[in-house]
């Protein structure tokens, strides 16, 4: 990815660098060859060269950009499980993910952790963005997820010969796990997904309580991928699930739903980062019924939604690692939403702003494997900057509306915002009827 060749000074705004220390007021940012090199009151700023571009942050908010630690590039208005394997080819799946990876970029996420795509478009739509055929966040890629036979991702029954090739590994025992694994090996994929339990989704046979994989599989899982260097993350509700794969040697745990105290005290002795993607399980309840998803369906994103919440209390307190992410692409969670994960967390979980952000930031970087490069506004990282009209701070929603961005800039360019104009696209992925996240 290109970065910007000269001097830039961000300056009048406050100044939230992402580590969760107090705001700077009338802060300056300054930006050299697209990396930081300041950042810190304007008044002790250095003085910059007189053809240095001058953005004025308006009394504003100048924060890190944004990282979606959850993200599915590939989904797009999912309404039902089946949506995800048969709705579209390939081809029109990875041209609707450029357009989401456009999107997402604009709504001021400059980087974004996959967490599990179709076929292997994320490999390739990292590549393309990282050579500027396309806009879009700094990606980490997943592949084909892994489930285990008769767990949440086999819903299609055998008579209908419906493979799942493009989709997810159905796996049988430590071996299959160790196979798919390499296959993804050879896809070139960094975070191998999997389905250690169920999901309010499946409430028949698959509910967020079932475990979908056993503890030997995923340890088969981890082993074979840590062997290659790549990570391995799953979608963890149900208390035994969380439990094995802490223990198996997972590197992230997704949702982290239903926690105890052996969960946590795991969990905060290995220092291993949750992303519990709860705005969806609010979306799913309130606009559920629009979507015609059964009432069984519905309580168990009810329970999903305040043990997941209570998790989360929890683990912030113990002092444990967040990122903010959070399977937007959904009918009712589509693309372009993904700020509402933030201002659900201030307003319905009880986070403050500064710890909200320092996870969708700092902690996010921890979970690309990147926090050498990018997540805070520290000199010599990345110019990967949001210059918000308004203060943040004082309220969050600001975030979930990306014409109140003067400017979204990745690697000291600017990409999208008002002093980007003309890349301020009415995408078709936006949810053109936001609503309101808590009432
Ligand atoms: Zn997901």
Not at 43 to 49: N, R, Y
Not at 224 to 234: C, L, Q, S, Y
Not at 322 to 328: A, C
């Amino acid at each position: 990815m290109k970065t910007a060749q000269g001097t830039t000074i961000i300056r009048n705004g406050q100044l939230v660098d992402g580590t969760g220390a107090a705001p700077i007021p009338n802060a300056a940012l300054i930006l050299r060859d697209g990396k930081i090199t300041y950042a810190g009151p304007e008044l002790t700023a250095p003085a910059v060269p007189a053809d240095a571009l001058q953005i004025d942050a308006r009394g504003g908010t100048i924060l890190p950009g944004l990282v979606e630690a959850h993200y599915h590039a590939t989904y797009f208005n999912v309404e039902e499980l089946q949506d995800l394997d048969i709705k579209y080819p390939v081809e029109y799946i990875t041209l609707l993910a450029a357009a989401n990876a456009k999107l997402t970029l604009e709504c001021g996420y400059t980087a974004a952790r996959s967490g599990g795509c179709l076929h292997n478009v994320d490999v390739w739509l990292k590549m393309a963005i990282e050579e500027d055929l396309f806009p879009g966040p700094r990606m980490a890629a997943s592949g084909r997820e892994i489930c285990g036979a008769g767990g949440l991702m086999d819903w299609n029954p055998d008579f209908r010969k419906i493979g799942m090739e493009g989709l997810v590994f159905l796996i049988n025992g430590p071996d299959e796990g160790r196979r798919a694994v390499r296959k993804l090996v050879k896809d070139g994929v960094e975070w191998v997904k999997t389905y250690p339990t169920g999901d309010a989704a499946a409430p028949d046979v698959n509910d967020h309580h079932t475990l979908c994989m056993t503890f030997e599989e995923m340890h088969g899982v981890v082993a074979e991928a840590h062997n290659h260097k790549m990570k391995v993350t799953g979608h963890c509700r149900a208390t035994q699930g969380i439990i094995n794969a802490l223990r198996a040697g997972y590197d992230t745990i997704e949702h982290g739903t239903f926690m105890n105290q052996e969960a946590l005290d795991l969990l905060l002795e290995r220092n291993t980062p949750v992303v519990p993607a709860l705005h969806f399980e609010l979306a799913s309840i309130r606009r559920g019924p629009e979507f015609g998803l059964p009432q069984a369906v519905i309580d168990g994103h009810q329970e999903t939604l305040d043990g997941g919440c209570e998790s989360a209390r929890l683990i912030l307190k113990a002092g444990g690692r967040l990122g903010m992410g959070g399977d937007y692409g959904f009918g009712w969670n589509p693309h372009g939403d993904y700020a509402k994960e933030l201002t659900f967390f201030v307003k319905y979980v009880g986070f403050s702003t500064l710890d909200t952000i320092k996870c969708a930031t700092k902690t996010g970087a921890e979970i690309l494997g990147r926090e050498k490069e990018i997540g805070t506004l520290e000199a010599g990282k990345l110019a990967d900057v949001l210059v918000v009209d308004g203060d943040v701070v004082k309220d969050i929603s600001l975030l979930e509306n990306r014409k109140c961005f003067i400017a979204v800039i990745q690697g000291g360019i600017i990409k999208a915002g008002q002093l980007a104009g003309h890349l301020l696209s009415d995408s078709v992925a936006f949810s053109k009827t936001p609503e309101e996240v808590v009432g």
